[in-house]
């Protein structure tokens, strides 16, 4: 179908309201307002403007190594040509339709990539936005939740979870015929919701996976083969490479991350500029968790007392040093927050990372602080900060249907009629205005 137009809508009005919440995502909005997603994609995958040097560093490429990927050197081959990755997910089959219409934007490049890299965020709670917990599907009254597993796995942190069963996806089709029996959904509905369970979440290959990540990337990939048959994706989930990654950098005393954090000045300063930025943390608030969480009994508890050496909470300290630290790590009493997960993907690894409508302006904070603190306490460091921020995916709606709503996967695979097959010549700017609510909401 053609996409249905937006209509009454400032584009200037919009950008202001954005501007009060979220000013480096206004401005990078107002440059590429004129571009169809596909130059937008094709700047993300293969922007020959960019002005940087980064490359994607030798120890990133031995990490994937050790994954046991069937496409392991296509990935490295692809990021030592263009080290770029798709950083916007959370760890959970892509049903969201965030999830989803990301996935079409990061498509959409005329020029395709041999291979598409999505790195998911495992460490956020069950109850998260994306809904790890269970499925989110389309109902007569929006999104409904139908879930695989128990209300106890809410606050638990996705990496941790092992494995569903056939038995758990035998609960949830019970749960999808109550439901359409009710009437809170369609029969049509629930026929497509069981064949989605059927043709994906019950392959042998994915039920004998041992815990919930892999299975979880394991189901999107087979979601956009079937999708995207003439483009490839590789889902890897954070934690499967970060700790490695992160001990590796932390006991090599000439990295970046280990003379910034075992240098009480540098980490003191760090810490204050990024106090208060969103996605960091906030002590005055009590929001957020200072560099590191707590894991304890699968869940993350926020660190927020720092002395310059010590993260600490009522029943936790954690001094900053490499031994200390990589215990910690190695035995899962820590796990690294977004602000050092980015800091080691970026400025470590050399990747540039395409995230959402958050994680363009934190991203920006986090280079604005590194490139203080290194210009203060280490300036022969400053090459390795030329890494560019300036991307977003995660927001836009690329397709939609007659109601304006984002067409998701279920659609696609299902209900291919609904899909804009031209959603690649969409402009960037209507794309955002179809999800203005979205974007105005979750950019705070």
């Known amino acids: 179908m053609e996409l249905a137009p937006v209509h009454g809508e400032s584009w200037q009005s919009f950008l202001s309201q954005l501007s009060k919440n979220n000013p480096i995502l206004a401005e990078h909005l107002r440059c590429w307002q004129n571009a169809s997603l596909a130059d937008y994609s094709n700047y993300i995958w293969n922007g020959a403007d960019r002005r940087h040097s980064h490359q994607v560093s030798p120890r990133f490429l031995k990490v994937i190594d050790t994954l046991g990927l069937a496409n392991s050197e296509i990935l490295k081959s692809t990021l030592t040509r263009s080290p770029v990755v798709l950083s916007a997910h959370h760890t959970a089959p892509a049903l969201h339709p965030i999830a989803w219409q990301t996935l079409l934007v990061a498509n959409a490049a005329r020029n395709k990539q041999h291979l598409i890299p999505v790195l998911s965020s495992d460490w956020i709670p069950m109850d998260n936005l994306f809904y790890p917990r269970g499925l989110l599907l389309p109902s007569a009254h929006g999104l409904r939740k139908f879930n695989i597993f128990p209300k106890a796995c809410n606050k638990k942190c996705v990496s941790e979870i092992t494995a569903y069963t056939r038995k758990d996806v035998d609960k949830l089709r019970l749960e999808l015929d109550c439901a359409a029996t009710k009437k809170e959904i369609t029969e049509r509905h629930r026929e497509m919701y069981i064949s989605l ?71 003191r300063c760090f810490v204050s500029l990024l106090d208060g930025e969103s996605g960091c943390w906030n002590i005055a608030k009590g929001r957020g968790s200072i560099l590191f969480w707590q894991l304890q009994s699968q869940k993350m508890y926020p660190l927020l007392g720092f002395n310059g050496n010590t993260l600490f909470n009522d029943v936790y300290s954690q001094h900053l040093s490499a031994s200390e630290l990589v215990l910690a790590l190695r035995e899962k009493r820590v796990i690294p927050g977004m602000a050092v997960v980015f800091v080691l993907l970026m400025f470590e ?96």
């Open 349 to 444: 690894c050399g990747l540039a990372c395409v995230g959402g409508m958050r994680q363009i302006a934190y991203n920006s904070a986090v280079k604005h602080a590194m490139e203080k603190v290194v210009t203060r306490y280490m300036p022969e460091y400053l090459d390795s900060l030329d890494v560019p921020v300036d991307f977003f995916a995660a927001g836009m709606y690329a397709s939609v249907d007659r109601a304006l709503k984002p067409t998701t996967v279920i659609e696609t695979l299902f209900q291919p009629e609904k899909i804009n097959t031209d959603y690649v010549n969409v402009s960037v700017q209507d794309a955002v205005l179809l999800a203005r609510e979205t974007i105005l909401s979750l950019s705070g």
């Open 197 to 267: 369970i059927d043709e994906y979440f019950c392959l042998d290959s994915i039920l004998e996976q041992k815990s919930y990540k892999q299975q979880s990337s394991q189901i999107n990939l087979h979601l956009c083969r079937d999708a995207f048959p003439d483009q490839r994706f590789e889902f890897i989930n954070i934690s499967e490479i970060a700790i490695t990654l992160l001990i590796d950098v932390l006991q090599d005393t000439s990295s970046l991350l280990h003379n910034i954090l075992f240098n009480t000045e540098s980490c």
